[in-house]
Every structure is written in structure tokens, then in C-alpha cells.
């Protein structure tokens, strides 16, 4: 809810960039004041700030790009007990109609912290979700560079010479990997250039072969050593999430990492099933009452509550008999599911942490 404002208060807009960022003020019935640029430092945050005090009572500021190129400048605006109010950009519609520059985006975005078309609250990124958010990007591009090396060496074994593949032709996985990894190439580099065209691909095929190998282990020892520096600080910052059901150190990494280092943020568990995606969506006309599948919302929450619910599905008594029950009155399995999946997503809000330091914003 908006607080009420005095003639003295004056609201404040910021478009973000990576060097710069622009900002403008506007007066309470909407009229623009004065813009300016500041560079994207700490002494360009202080400088941005004392700008838009000089010019009344600031109340609060609409920041865009809160998650990326504003994350900086929301920290240093929350420390100094402002209230930040995250913008969206504008979308494409509005700015044919009405323009493209930074002044105009920065007015736009102290007009939707003024009307209220903007009133969420950005992560404070300040606490130990915030590390955990760091980690796991780390995690998941080793994730998909190790998925990358296995089918580049699976499709490398299909051109392979003949004897190559009756070797590795049929193995799992892990052998396959163990396998390439030990093989011999014999001749490499400049040695190929003498040797029989055919020996010079076989040649060739194992070093590929064995330089995928090793870069799949590699990245495998880095996932891990990723996985022993995330699992204590998810075990401390959400000991009641990580004790629900089918809820391990990746899952409720990605849930906390949707949410933030402020999950008080989120007004209620119904708020964060629209964040997760898994909130219906109401379809309704004339006579007909239905509701439709949500497909927005953060679709990495989504899925780590799609992954609660398979494990729950196949081990836990209650949603076995949850699923039969259910069965029983005509629903089918995907539909059996989505409605799992805002019964999880209730659970892990009661779930999230409450008041610990370093987790809530002041």
C-alpha cells in the first residue's frame, strides 16, 4: 500500500545502464522536476541520491533493471532507508507511442513508483541467498558444459573409424567417459602430418575423443566441489525448507534464489505460487467457470517444484495416496500434478526463513 504524501515529497526514477545511470524526479501529481546522469559507481550512487534529496522530501525511488544493472544502486538506496520500488521496463507499445531516451525512461519509472502500477519490493541481495545465488550460476553453466561435452563426444563416436566404435559402442555413461579418457592417440600434432591418411584420422578421433572425456571429468569435480560449498549455506539459511520431503540442497537453492535474501517481501503464500507459476489462472465466461494453466512466473521455481512433487509421487505415503485419490475421480496425471505443485508451493512459503539476519531486509 502506498503511504499518503505531503506537498514536499517528491518521488524518484532511475534508468540503468552498465556506466551510467539516469535519473529524474517528479513532484507528487506527476510533474517532472529535473533529470540527470550519474555514473554507476558507489560515488555515483551517493551523488544520485544527494541530487534527488536536494530537490524535496524523497519518499521513494523506481529503479529498473533491479536484478541486474540497478542491483547495486537498490542496495545502496535500501541501506539508506529508502524505499526501492522495482520497475519494469517499459514494453514495446508504450515506447513507440511515446519514445525512447534515458530521461524518458527514468520519468516513466518515477511515474510507476508514483501511481502504483510498480510496488514490488526488489531482493536485497545482501545475505546468504545471495551467495548461494552466486554459487549456483557457477553450478549450473559447469552443468551445461558438461552436458554439452557428453553428446559433442557421443556424436564424435558416430563418425568415428570402425574400430572406435565396435570399442565404445554400448557403454553407459560413466564407462564411456572412463574409456575415452584413457585412450592413447599415439601421433599428435605436427606427427600427423607424415602418418597413412586413414591412421591420421583414427589419430585425430582419440584425441577429440579423450580431450572430451577429460573436460566432462573435469567439469564433474568442479560440479562437485560447487555442491560441498552450497550444501552448508542452504543448510543454514533454510533449515526447515531443506527438511520437507523430496526437497535437497538444489532444489531449495533455486526456491531460495526466487525468492531472495527478503522473502518478507512476498505478502503471502499465494503471492509466491503466482511468482512459481503454479497459481491458476482464471478463464472464466458467461456461463462457463474454469481456469486456465499459468505459464508464467519464474519457470526455474517451477521446475524445482515439479521436481518436489516427482519424488513425492514415488516415496512419500501421503501424496501416493493423494494421487490415487484423485484418480479415482477422473483426473489425469498432469493435472494430479499441478495441483501438487500449489500444495508444495504452499508448504515451502510456510517453509522460507523468517526474521534471521543477513536473510530479511531491514
Not at 501529481?29 to 554507476?40: N, S
Not at 518478507?264 to 494453466?293: K, N, Q, W, Y
Request: aromatic content about 2%; charged content about 25%.
Amino acid at each position: 500500500m502506498l503511504e499518503a504524501l505531503s506537498p514536499d515529497d517528491v518521488i524518484g526514477g532511475v534508468d540503468t545502464h552498465l556506466n551510467t545511470h539516469h535519473g529524474a524526479v517528479i513532484d507528487i501529481v506527476g510533474r517532472r522536476i529535473d533529470d540527470a546522469e550519474f555514473p554507476a559507481t558507489a560515488g555515483g550512487y551517493e551523488q544520485l541520491l544527494t541530487w534527488m534529496r536536494s530537490h524535496g522530501h524523497l519518499v521513494r525511488v523506481g529503479v529498473e533493471g533491479t536484478g541486474s544493472y540497478g542491483a547495486g544502486l537498490a542496495r545502496h538506496l535500501a541501506a539508506q532507508g529508502l524505499r526501492v520500488v522495482e520497475v519494469d521496463r517499459p514494453d514495446r507499445r508504450a515506447r513507440r507511442r511515446s519514445g525512447k531516451s534515458d530521461p524518458l525512461d527514468a520519468y516513466a519509472a518515477a511515474n510507476a513508483a508514483l501511481n502504483g502500477s510498480a510496488s514490488g519490493t526488489p531482493k536485497s541481495r545482501a545475505g546468504l541467498v545471495e551467495a548461494i545465488r552466486s554459487l549456483r550460476v557457477a553450478r549450473r553453466g559447469a552443468v551445461k558444459a558438461r552436458t554439452q561435452a557428453i553428446n559433442q563426444l557421443r556424436a564424435q563416436i558416430v563418425t568415428a573409424p570402425a574400430e572406435l566404435r565396435e570399442l565404445l559402442g554400448g557403454l553407459t555413461s560413466g564407462a564411456l567417459i572412463k574409456t575415452c579418457a584413457r585412450l592413447r592417440p599415439g601421433a599428435q600434432g605436427a606427427e600427423l602430418a607424415g602418418l597413412d591418411p586413414a591412421m591420421v584420422v583414427s589419430a585425430a578421433a582419440k584425441t577429440a575423443l579423450r580431450r572430451l572425456a577429460r573436460r566432462h571429468q573435469h567439469l564433474s569435480e568442479e560440479i562437485r566441489d560447487l555442491d560441498r560449498d552450497l550444501q552448508p549455506l542452504v543448510a543454514a539459511a533454510a533449515p526447515e525448507l531443506v527438511a520437507l520431503p523430496g526437497v535437497g540442497p538444489e532444489v531449495a537453492g533455486q526456491l531460495l534464489a526466487c525468492v531472495g535474501d527478503n522473502p518478507t517481501r512476498l505478502h503471502s503464500e499465494a503471492a509466491f505460487a503466482h511468482l512459481c507459476g503454479v497459481a491458476p489462472i482464471p478463464a472464466s465466461s458467461g456461463r462457463t467457470d474454469r481456469h486456465r494453466l499459468n505459464r508464467g512466473g519464474d519457470r526455474s521455481a517451477n521446475n524445482a517444484l515439479h521436481t518436489i512433487v516427482l519424488s513425492r509421487m514415488r516415496y512419500d505415503p501421503r501424496t501416493r495416496d493423494y494421487v490415487l485419490r484423485r484418480r479415482t475421480q477422473s483426473l489425469r496425471t498432469k493435472e494430479i500434478m499441478r495441483c501438487l505443485k500449489r500444495y508444495v508451493a504452499r508448504e515451502v512459503y510456510r517453509a522460507l526463513p523468517r526474521g534471521i539476519t543477513g536473510l530479511d531486509s531491514p
